[in-house]
């Protein structure tokens, strides 16, 4: 999915290739202007410097190389949860507003069952509003096991991040959050690029410059809704094949467990006897 081997047939169609084409130029354009807004402030690289700095990384000629940064949003683009000093654990209530720590941040999808959820009072959550969550926000493990994402859904807009996770606010305009995960979960070069930045820390851990600056290929958006739906496809695949092994898995015990039975009972025959009876 992240270097475009997934949807090679499908750029290859004449009139999606036309799309792709159109939604391209657009793209360049739109980042043009924002590389020149940018180059007033020298803020954050251009896409061309990103290009320069990460050309070994092998994508198809329509995609592009960013970073979090040239994806900017009117919001921070990263955001750390709030320190212990202006959210502790003794304002945390029985009730209220969650607040999701890293242990509720799977790889895809939120925990709320298994793991404890903290909560925060409405007055508390309204004083650290900036530290709320939207939905297609992405929060990002950034302490602990490193590097689980997962996108915030709509039945958990408005809760809050702990200090130990990191929130993603990109530019839809660019990028679909959806796609942004599967990039932070499977590209190889995200992988080694985090596992880089932390090598040699003695408490490792991921702060906003670190993953603010993680290369991230940029197809078109038309390229990244085909994506996510054959991911999500094969995803889908793959626990159907899951869920019959499972019960494969459950049917061999079966079997065993009555031929141990019946062995032990005196009533097991042999394959040959079982042959005369047939």
């Known amino acids: 999915a992240c270097s475009g081997r997934l949807t090679k047939d499908w750029r290859e169609i004449g009139a999606i290739k036309e799309q792709i084409n159109d939604q391209e130029q657009r793209f360049i354009n739109s980042i043009e202007n924002r590389d020149t807004i940018n180059r007033n402030f020298k803020k954050y690289p251009s896409f061309e410097d990103l290009k320069e700095t990460y050309n070994h990384i092998s994508i198809p000629s329509t995609w592009h190389i960013g970073n979090l940064n040239t994806l900017w949003n009117e919001d921070e683009v990263v955001k750390t949860g709030p320190f212990g000093a202006i959210l502790k654990s003794k304002e945390f209530v029985t009730q209220g507003i969650p607040v999701l720590a890293v242990g509720n941040v799977k790889e895809g999808f939120l925990d709320l069952t298994d793991t404890h959820l903290d909560y925060i009072t409405e007055i508390k959550a309204e004083e650290l509003r900036s530290y709320r969550l939207k939905t297609g926000d992405i929060v990002f493990t950034r302490s602990g096991t490193i590097g689980r994402s997962s996108v915030i ?58 993953l603010a600056n ?65």
């Open 153 to 210: 859904p709509e039945n958990a807009d408005g809760w809050m991040m702990s200090y130990h996770l990191l929130r993603v606010r990109v530019n839809n305009q660019y990028i679909y959050p959806q796609f942004l995960h599967y990039v932070f979960s499977g590209c190889i070069f995200t992988k080694e690029y985090i596992f880089d930045s932390i090598i040699g820390t003695t408490r490792p851990g991921i702060n906003t410059s670190i």
């Open 214 to 278: 993680m290369p991230i290929p940029i197809p078109t958006q038309l390229e990244q809704a085909e994506i996510i739906r054959r991911v999500d496809a094969l995803f889908k695949y793959a626990t159907r094949i899951e869920s019959k092994i499972a019960n494969t898995h459950e049917r061999i015990e079966e079997i065993t467990q009555s031929i141990l039975h019946q062995a032990f009972t005196g009533k097991l025959i042999t394959p040959n006897e079982a042959s005369v009876e047939v």
